[in-house]
């Protein structure tokens, strides 16, 4: 059973550039949240979308959007890229039994903007 | 407003001997989880032990427990007979919300065991 995966590994764009990162949930997971991780910081969350809408949003200006798929999968975009961007972005998913309170998260996808 | 706060910024133990991670949180919500997540050098956050506010005994799983202290908002992070591998970064969390769940973390602390 494939757990959450991330897509790239790494990426390196120049400042004023446009992202797009690249999430699948684990199996059985319906709900994708996106988090940023500073160096040496936790990560802060950016949004979370279920049923391919966006249901709650963290402190993140409008450069970073997002979507999710009728497969559960999700898109994290981020335009006009700032030195600041450069990050871990971390994807987590949740089960769809609510009973369970786990997030489950990816290997994260290293950005580095130049 | 949801914090936690990790005051350890890293910690050492020796290989065999128990440790413990501090993690006080503020919340005004009377529903709330409280979550610990191990970071390697890799990246990937993964999931180590999880108490709920309602839950009256404290969370374990393994090498883990989870020492909850509700009346002074603190959920300490114990680990018995500390491995080498155990050497990474921790992180505290809260759920917060209801419905749609996100986590706050804290700011992290470094195990580093030593043999």
């Known amino acids: 059973d494939a757990g959450v995966t991330q897509s ?26 996106w988090y940023q991780q500073a160096l040496g910081q936790g990560p802060q969350f950016i949004f979370q979308y279920y049923e391919e ?23 994290l975009n981020v335009n006009a890229l700032l030195l600041g961007d450069s990050a871990l972005y971390l994807c987590a998913s ?21 | 407003a949801q914090k936690i706060t990790q005051t350890q910024p890293g910690m050492f133990v020796q290989e065999k001997e128990a440790v413990t991670l501090d993690c006080t949180y503020d919340t005004s919500d009377q529903s709330y989880g409280l979550f610990w997540y191990k970071q390697p050098s ?29 009346a002074r908002k603190s959920a300490n992070l114990v680990i018995s007979a500390s491995q080498l591998g155990d050497s990474a970064m921790y992180f505290c969390a809260m759920r917060v919300g209801t419905g749609f769940q996100k986590l706050v973390f804290g700011t992290g602390t470094r195990l580093l065991v030593s043999p």
Not at chain 1, 63 to 68: D, I, L
Not at chain 1, 95 to 108: A, I, L, T
Not at chain 2, 57 to 70: I, P
């Open chain 1, 53 to 75: 809408e966006e249901r709650q949003r963290g402190n993140f200006p409008d450069r970073f959007s997002g979507h999710q798929f009728p497969n559960y999968s999700s898109e």
């Open chain 2, 42 to 70: 890799s990246g990937e956050m993964i999931f180590l032990i999880y108490q709920g506010s309602y839950d009256e005994q404290n969370a374990t799983e393994g090498r883990y427990s989870l020492n909850f202290q509700k």
């Open chain 1, 8 to 33: 790239p590994t790494h990426l390196i764009k120049t400042r004023g550039q446009q992202v797009t990162l690249r999430c699948s949930p684990k199996s059985g997971h319906d709900t994708v949240s």
């Open chain 1, 94 to 114: 949740r089960p769809r039994d609510r009973s369970s309170y786990e997030q489950y998260f990816g290997p994260g996808t290293r950005l580095t903007v130049t």
